[in-house]
């Protein structure tokens, strides 16, 4: 099991960036691909990006494509959420999770997920 704590949230302005981080802890974090999701208030948790184990590999929702990059520091057993051009759409808690098996795109891939970092928008 690897346990996942999730930083770097906050309040900001439309336009602002964000950089959020996910320090991993427990396995081998480096073989791992990891992925960065979002739940808004009343809404499902939804994909928005997913990095594989070496870095190589990204994907993105449609709606963060161009503004958001994930990244990771193996070395340091963390992986980022770069988020520029914030918009209030974006406003959400994100959480970081390992993924196991399945789509990249489906929350029921990913297992051990950590606690959330808040996120709000305004306009």
């Known amino acids: 099991q690897v346990q996942l704590v999730e930083s770097g949230g906050g309040l900001v302005q439309a336009g602002d960036s964000l950089r959020l981080s996910c320090a991993a802890s427990g396995r081998t974090f480096s073989s791992y691909t990891m992925g960065w999701f979002r739940q808004a208030p009343g809404k499902e948790r939804e994909f928005v990006a997913t990095i594989n184990f070496s870095g190589i590999s990204t994907y993105y929702a449609d709606s963060v494509k161009g503004r958001f990059t994930i990244s990771r520091d193996n070395a340091k057993n963390t992986v980022y959420l770069q988020m520029n051009s914030l918009k209030p759409e974006d406003t959400a808690v994100y959480y970081c999770?390992?993924?196991?098996?399945?789509?990249?795109?489906?929350?029921?891939?990913?297992?051990?997920w950590g606690q959330g970092t808040q996120v709000t928008v305004s306009s």
């Open positions: 999770a390992v993924y196991y098996s399945g789509s990249v795109y489906s929350t029921s891939s990913y297992g051990d």
